[in-house]
């Protein structure tokens, strides 16, 4: 199966001088594209000096990670596209076990590899880890970690499974699943767009999968740290859009206000804490999704599957019961 490896980029070279060596060393079944969103620095021509085989694809501005992935697979042609983050350093024949289960499985259109701590190589990584779900309230979570805990790895997910979401980290989808979805939703800009073409996956009958014969390190926070009121804002706001697209009928409002209620919680604790600009991203994110609401329940499908989720509330198990691994959700 032919296999593109699309690297978005946004004023990346350090990066791309760190983990474009081991992408290109370990992807000979790969075409090598680095999709840039309108960089002001030299990465366009560090690549066109280092590595003249690797196909560029200029955006015409900083589209974000949704948009920008949108526009630059207009131009790619492969059966599949690997989705790769800047900051991943990927290991020796990654790709091989990833085409292997495209070809053995029709159904399966997305996948993901194991995704372990590039600073820590034996803790999973927390964007991804090994595989991810979410909770009746919307919250992810990955077998590997919940929340802030991160579990080391001790091969005990070293299986092929099906999961829930795929991380954007490393994004394996099918070319035709992902046109047939219309890509990223662009109304999300960058954080869980990824879980909601999931989602709307999973609603169409496709099948997302973990494997974790490939590996691949990703140092995370390397656009935007973790402490960045910006991502707070992105991932509150982003959450509600998901939820309501993707929730069946029955749940949708009722889930949408439980939610709500916890995400002033959240805020809440933030202000306690001396973290006034994290509570202000929670409020700017709800009212950025009022005024987004109705056009995004408009992108509702037809059919959504009510057995999307683990019934238990992550937020219960993690914060009441103390429950920092991972429990299979179904």
């Not at 081991?22 to 000979?28: A, D, E, F």
């Not at 999709?35 to 000096?49: E, G, Q, V, W, Y």
């Not at 090994?130 to 009746?136: T, Y």
């Not at 209620?261 to 933030?270: N, P, Q, T």
Request: hydrophobic content about 40%; proline content about 3%.
């Amino acid at each position: 199966m032919k296999i593109a490896v699309v690297i978005l980029n946004w004023n990346g070279i350090l990066l791309l001088e760190k983990f474009l060596p081991s992408i290109v060393q370990n992807s000979p079944e790969a075409i090598i594209y680095v999709a840039d969103n309108a960089s002001t620095d030299d990465s366009i021509s560090f690549i066109k000096t280092f590595f003249p085989a690797i196909k560029i694809i200029k955006n015409s501005s900083n589209l974000g990670f949704a948009n920008g992935y949108n526009e630059a697979l207009k131009s790619v042609d492969a059966e599949l596209y690997a989705l790769v983050n800047s900051d991943i350093e990927v290991t020796e024949n990654w790709l091989k076990p990833i085409i292997k289960t495209f070809e053995n499985e029709p159904n399966t259109a997305i996948i993901q590899p194991k995704i372990l701590d590039y600073k820590r190589k034996d803790y999973f990584e927390y964007a991804g880890a090994a595989g991810g779900f979410i909770d009746q309230y919307g919250y992810p979570y990955c077998r590997g970690r919940i929340f802030d805990t991160l579990e080391k790895d001790n091969g005990q997910y070293d299986d092929n499974t099906e999961i829930f979401w795929a991380s954007g980290a490393c994004f394996f989808i099918r070319s035709l699943v992902y046109k047939e979805l219309n890509g990223f939703d662009g109304e999300f800009f960058a954080h869980q767009e990824e879980i909601d073409l999931c989602w709307r996956a999973i609603n169409e009958g496709y099948i997302i999968k973990y494997n974790s014969q490939s590996v691949v390190f990703h140092v995370g926070g390397a656009t935007l740290q973790h402490g960045n009121p910006t991502k707070t804002f992105l991932n509150f706001r982003n959450s509600l859009l998901m939820l309501t697209k993707n929730l069946p009928k029955e749940k949708v409002f009722t889930i949408l206000f439980i939610r709500m209620i916890l995400d002033g919680v959240a805020g809440f604790k933030f202000l306690l804490k001396g973290k006034l600009k994290h509570c202000m991203a929670v409020l700017r994110a709800h009212w950025s999704f009022y005024g987004l609401f109705n056009d995004c329940y408009k992108k509702r499908n037809k059919f959504q599957k009510s057995d999307y989720y683990n019934a238990k509330s992550i937020v219960f198990q993690y914060y009441i019961k103390a429950g920092k691994v991972f429990e299979k959700p179904f």
